[in-house]
């Protein structure tokens, strides 16, 4: 799939105006604050302190606040980064400091109507084996036993499909799961978990599969501007990805709490595009000022999800790519704050 050159590389934008246009992408939709008004009962994230957690949680405070709604948002971490269970708490958002492999503090844990499960574990998978099945699929039985008469939307992966071909239009959620190497094996066991204990409790369950998401302190985007603006050459060995706005993403998965179903219902999350990672990087290279190098060569399959049933049901990603690669320039450029969070994209063994 050829994309033709759109950005308006004349123009630099600024710092200040990047963080506008981000806060302007992140406010809740009329259908988002319509939707969590509607549900029965407090929305409860397990797993809120890693890259998505946080901004979730922001997110459906902000449409409940919106909806003049008093129904509590609840994070629950180990949360191990300085600061951020204050920050939380200061937004108006209930925390609760858990280990949830620990059972009697798994155990501890409140109540809720609606359950977003984000835990689980990726990075250093290889060497941590044990501990990747204990999170992945040990973990999701306890948990779907412990809130088994609540709705839940489970975060998944991608990494459970096998590679398609780049012009196939990406893996449709009617695909079977053939995942490579052992961390999208333990997704898929995650899956399966869930499934069995949504028939046996008749749990409303959504299986919520989601690459890649994209936030300017971390992402393919920003794997790929790093790696021009330090004269790193661009791996093209994965030559095609599908990416969307994290803030999106966030909106689809509380959205998706309205849609948990018996048996459960799968949506793969990802932007429309299938984008060619060479197309990427010699756009970002225009708007950095650099050009970009290059090492390996494009196989003819990658990881590609197809979205169109989220899509459907809850319209395309209002950022669109364009945006998503100007403000990324920009952020990268102008010195925006990163985290050390590679998505390994790159990777076709499944050893992460």
């Not at 661009?234 to 948990?260: F, K, P, S, Y």
């Not at 399959?301 to 049901?313: P, W």
């Amino acid at each position: 799939m050829e994309i033709n050159s759109f950005m308006n590389t004349d123009r630099k934008m600024k710092l200040e105006e990047v963080n506008e246009k981000v806060a302007a992408a992140l406010e809740p939709s009329r259908s988002l604050i319509a939707g969590l008004e509607a549900l029965d009962g407090d929305i409860l994230i397990l797993g809120a302190g890693g890259k998505i957690g946080p901004s979730i949680a922001r997110l459906a405070k902000q449409a409940l606040l919106r909806a003049g709604s008093s129904k509590r948002v609840i994070a629950v971490s180990r949360f191990s980064e300085p600061g951020l269970k204050e920050q939380l708490q200061q937004e108006g958002i209930e925390t609760r400091a858990a280990d949830l492999l620990d059972e009697r503090q798994l155990q501890a844990l409140p109540e809720a109507e609606n359950i977003l499960y984000l835990a689980g574990n990726k990075f250093g998978t290889t060497g941590q084996e044990a501990f990747t099945w204990a999170m992945n699929t040990y973990l999701p039985g306890r948990i779907a036993e412990k809130y088994r008469s609540s709705r839940i939307v489970v975060y998944s992966t991608g990494n459970v499909y096998p590679f398609m071909p780049s012009g196939s239009g990406g893996a449709a959620e009617d695909q079977a799961p053939e995942p490579v190497g052992e961390y999208g094996q333990s997704c898929l066991g995650r899956e399966r978990i869930f499934q069995y204990f949504s028939s046996r409790y008749n749990t409303p369950l959504l299986i919520y599969r989601l690459n890649y998401a994209i936030d300017l302190r971390y992402g393919v985007l920003t794997e790929i501007a790093r790696a021009i603006m330090e004269q790193r050459p661009v791996d093209l060995g994965t030559g095609h990805v599908n990416v969307i706005w994290q803030g999106d993403a966030n909106e689809m998965a509380l959205r998706a709490l309205g849609h948990c179903s018996v048996p459960p219902r799968i949506l793969n999350i990802t932007g429309p595009e299938t984008i060619p990672v060479r197309w990427l990087a010699t756009e970002l290279g225009k708007l950095l000022g650099r050009q970009p190098e290059f090492v390996n060569t494009e196989q003819p399959t990658a990881l590609l999800s197809n979205a169109g049933a989220a899509h459907r049901l809850f319209g395309y990603p209002k950022v669109t790519l364009t945006e998503m690669v100007e403000w990324t320039a920009a952020w990268v450029r102008e010195g925006g704050e990163l985290l050390n969070k590679p998505t390994h994209f790159q990777e076709r063994k499944g050893r992460f």
